[in-house]
């Protein structure tokens, strides 16, 4: 074997793996981001790290540099019922950063011990004997083939470890869509909206540097339609949208099923979203590829005999998490048990 370790993607759930990893292990890491700077790929995200997510770099001895926050930082949520034209605020601990800015960070952190090899996409993963045969394409379209005894799909929402080695663990997927405007809202506001006729999921916007960031996450069919159907419903509420000045879209997923969280098998382990590891309720995934990664590196710098048991084991606490999300998720997006929450005022912070 070329490597011991191949880790495919270098999102919060790789680069965190990666630098968690004993340097005594050979590891190689692909990701199609570039190294540094604007070019190459974003992920298109909220850019809100919850208080899970603080809790893990709390565990992990980090601390966030202030370049990455973004301006202002924001301490409530308006709510939005579309149904029932109900709109309530809660206060959310969520610290807003930049998520390329993030991203590029989490990597620069990753030892030198690691190969790392950026602006890089994989092909492919086939079995061979005692292990896997990895095909990547370098930043100039060049073919590699590398050897490797352990593989970690840390490659997000739409991961190809996932889709060639499980075809059989498919998860339901939506469009997310996000576009950015100038801010012209005289007050910056987080908001959340429910409106079951445009998606059974959520839409969002967020106030950030100056940008008035709008995003939902719809069924793949109809998203196009339905985000536009959506802004329009929501002009009428006072939020102002105008030309945008970026579009983004990727898709995410939506896991409705305990099966849906898949952490793999015969010396492949699926991290982060791969995983399907997400919440349904409020589509938050950093703390989830963070605590998977942090997780994982110690199943495998422990040399354990059987590591993916181990690890189907060590997240088990996790996944029953999830699975209370998705429950959340349900009651939250059945119009009914939202009036009903919404109407008690529970939680709402009166701003009269
Ligand atoms: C619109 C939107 C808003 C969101 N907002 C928030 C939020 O505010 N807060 C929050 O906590 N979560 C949010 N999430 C969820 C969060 O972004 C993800 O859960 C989190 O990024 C998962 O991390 P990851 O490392 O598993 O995957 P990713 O962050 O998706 O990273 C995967 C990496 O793999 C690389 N990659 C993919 N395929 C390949 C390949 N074939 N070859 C090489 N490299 C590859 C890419 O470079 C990518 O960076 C949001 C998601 C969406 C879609």
Known sequence: MDYDIAIVGLGPAGSTLARLLSPSFKIIALDKKHQSGDAGFHKPCGGLLANDAQKSFIRQKLNLPTDI??????????TYDLQT???????RTYVSFNRHKFDLWLKSLIPSSVEVHHNTLCKEVMRIIEGYQITYLDENNIEHKITTRYVVGADGANSLVRRMRYPSHSIRQYVAIQQWFSEKHPHPFYSCIFDNQSTNCYAWSISKDGSFIFGGAFPKKTAN??????????????FIFGEPHKTEKCLVIYPNRFRDFYTGNENIFLIGEAA????ASSLEGISYALDSAEILSKILNSADPDPNKRYYFKTLPLRLKLYSKIVKAKILTTPFWRKLIMKSKFQHINME
């Open 69 to 78: 926050l973004s301006n202002p930082q924001i301490f409530s949520v308006k």
């Open 225 to 238: 339609q339905q985000f536009e159907n959506l802004k329009e419903k929501l002009t009428q509420q006072g």
């Open 276 to 279: 399907g590891f997400i919440s």
């Open 85 to 91: 034209n109900l709109v309530r605020n809660y206060q």
